[in-house]
């Protein structure tokens, strides 16, 4: 059974930084490309970053390229993302999440397992 646990939300404030940490179990995590979805309150879940199963290559939201970083850690089974400059416009519910598959997609319907999400909360 698959599970994929997020952490290291919480409340910052603008321009400041976070890393969000999600570990997965029961998957054979090399397999399968992982991404990092976020829901903000009223508005449909969107795309954040995704990374190829090899970790080869990783691809990104428009709005967060050059302020967030994706990776993954295959001794831990862990994806880590590390989001800085942070803005109000990036308050949102954060999910992890992880497709059958090895490649990057940005649609969530594409994804099977889902984390429990994790908020994070920018002041201005």
């Known amino acids: 059974q698959v599970h994929l646990v997020e952490s290291g939300g919480g409340l910052v404030q603008a321009g400041d930084s976070l890393r969000l940490s999600c570990a997965a179990s029961?998957?054979?995590?090399?397999?399968?490309?992982m991404g990092w979805f976020r829901q903000a309150l009223g508005k449909e879940r969107e795309f954040v970053a995704g990374?190829?199963?090899?970790?080869?290559?990783?691809k990104y939201a428009d709005s967060v390229k050059g302020r967030f970083t994706i990776s993954r850690d295959f001794p831990k089974n862990t994806v880590d993302l590390q989001m800085n400059r942070l803005n109000a416009e990036d308050t949102a519910v954060y999910y992890c999440?992880?497709?059958?598959?090895?490649?990057?997609?940005?649609?969530?319907?594409?994804?099977?397992?889902w984390g429990q999400g994790t908020q994070v909360t920018v002041s201005p």
């Open positions: 999440s992880l497709r059958a598959g090895s490649t990057i997609l940005s649609s969530p319907r594409a994804y099977e397992y």
């Open positions: 029961g998957v054979t995590f090399r397999l399968y490309a």
């Open positions: 990374i190829r199963a090899s970790g080869g290559d990783v």
